[in-house]
């Protein structure tokens, strides 16, 4: 029996056959993975990977969703569920020491990106994540410099993670439809940053203030919180927009600017 999607939760349940197939390869789950994942709804995802794991830990907030779920996964695998808020959960919890968590979900779309910086702020202990997402939110998160997509998202992403967009997925995978297109997302925490970044509170606080001006040029934008000499000695055009800059050109801002740690 298919459970009634609710909209307070956000739900689209994954059914079409050939995206979960895709998918599942993507992730190219292994026994031994220690998989989590994120709204399993009515286990589109959670059977096939019960099926190549055995073990899986699922993150669920809605109770009724729970309850069928435990049955259809019976004969699968052994499926511990967690009913609680994915934005609180402490995921840490769920690995072992010296061990890395994959985490998966079709997370919804009004409280995709608080996660996903939740998610990363407990990058230590997770391997990689792979999302499926708004395509809008993942042709930002993957942006590249100069381009009208890029901003806040990409550049705190960056800082975090590799981000790579994988494959699109048409509204007619999920039910209801949604009304808009998704996109699959790989990110996998940084074990070595590629920029240094010694600042992480000034970069945020600059990083925010920049593309919340994004029209005014940095010398502007970032008035009082960086200087123009030192714009200059991080080779930065001070005449120059946001959307120009590299993160690794935000970061070296961070680390010589005006801001107490913090701020903004």
């Not at 292994?30 to 055995?54: M, N």
């Not at 993942?138 to 967009?165: D, F, Q």
Request: aromatic fraction near 6%.
């Amino acid at each position: 029996m298919s459970h009634r999607p609710r909209k307070r939760f956000g739900q689209h349940f994954l059914h079409d056959p050939g995206v979960i197939q895709k998918i599942i390869a993507s992730i190219a789950p292994a026994s031994g993975d220690l998989i989590v994942e994120i709204g399993p709804g009515e286990g589109a995802l959670t059977i096939p990977l019960l099926d190549r794991v055995d073990t899986i830990d699922a993150i669920e907030i809605d109770r009724d969703v729970i309850r069928s779920l435990e049955s259809r996964c019976k004969s699968h695998g052994h499926l511990r569920l967690h009913n609680a808020d994915a934005l609180r959960f402490e995921f840490a919890t769920l690995a072992p020491a010296g061990s890395a968590l994959r985490i998966v979900g079709n997370l919804p779309y009004n409280i995709s990106t608080p996660l996903l910086f939740h998610l990363l702020r407990q990058g230590e202990v997770i391997r990689d994540m792979h999302f499926m997402l708004q395509r809008e939110v993942v042709e930002r998160m993957a942006a590249a410099p100069g381009s009208r997509k890029y901003g806040r998202l990409t550049v705190m992403l960056a800082a975090c993670c590799r981000v790579e967009r994988l494959f699109d997925i048409g509204p007619g995978a999920f039910r209801p439809p949604p009304r808009v297109h998704s996109s699959m997302a790989r990110l996998t925490p940084w074990t070595s940053a590629p920029f240094p970044n010694p600042r992480p509170d000034a970069f945020a606080a600059i990083v925010n203030r920049a593309f919340s001006m994004r029209r005014k040029t940095l010398r502007n934008a970032l008035k009082g919180m960086v200087s123009v000499e030192t714009m200059i000695a991080a080779d930065c055009d001070p005449g120059s927009r946001p959307e120009t800059l590299t993160p690794a050109q935000f970061a070296l801002l961070a680390a010589s600017c005006d801001i107490q740690s913090g701020a903004g």
